[in-house]
């Protein structure tokens, strides 16, 4: 008899310990699956980075036109022509994924356009970098002229639906770059690579 209490006395011991611990159980199991679900949240992807320009094949686009007799270049470049990237792109391109190539010495003609429905955007050449600032506290030209007006101001560039011509000359070979230096459009990929040949080459390399 007084075995049967002990044994009884046990079991119902050893229930009321489980019932005790079943929250903590449930809170466990409910932190274990938090820590699986952040742990398999990716990070949120780095803003793209600049890479040298160059390199690809080189061919003719019907945005760019070379008269060989005048030594000019017209390029029609069109800012926020596709969706890609945001509307943040130059004739669809962005992450200097093509190269506008113009022979040394000519006079460059660029036509800018602004199709994006919502934001402002400039074209700049300038030095190609490892990566560009979110922000440009001043941006000077490699070329004398080579800049769209207000190129940094969000309200003062080029707005949408707008356009306007801008002309220097292409003086030193190099790889430069085409950079929109509005607030954060170069850093999240608005570039492209503009190439000043010596050889006398023209055309978009890609």
Known sequence: MKRFLTTGLATAFSLALIACGGGD???DSEADTTAMETAETPAPA??????????????????????ETARTVTINLVGGQTDANNHWNYNGHVNGDATVVVPEGYAVTINFSNEDPVNFHSAVVLETQASYPAMFDSATPVFE?????????????????????????????GNYALVCVIPAHASQGMWIGFEVSASGESGVRM
Do not use: K
């Open 145 to 173: 002229g080579a800049m769209t007006s207000n190129p940094t101001s969000m309200t003062e560039a080029t707005a949408p639906g707008e356009s306007e011509t801008i002309t220097f000359t292409a003086g030193t070979a």
């Open 46 to 67: 780095p803003a793209p980075a600049a890479a040298p320009t160059g390199g690809g094949t080189l061919s003719q686009a019907d945005w760019v036109t070379v008269d």
């Open 25 to 27: 159980a449930g809170a």
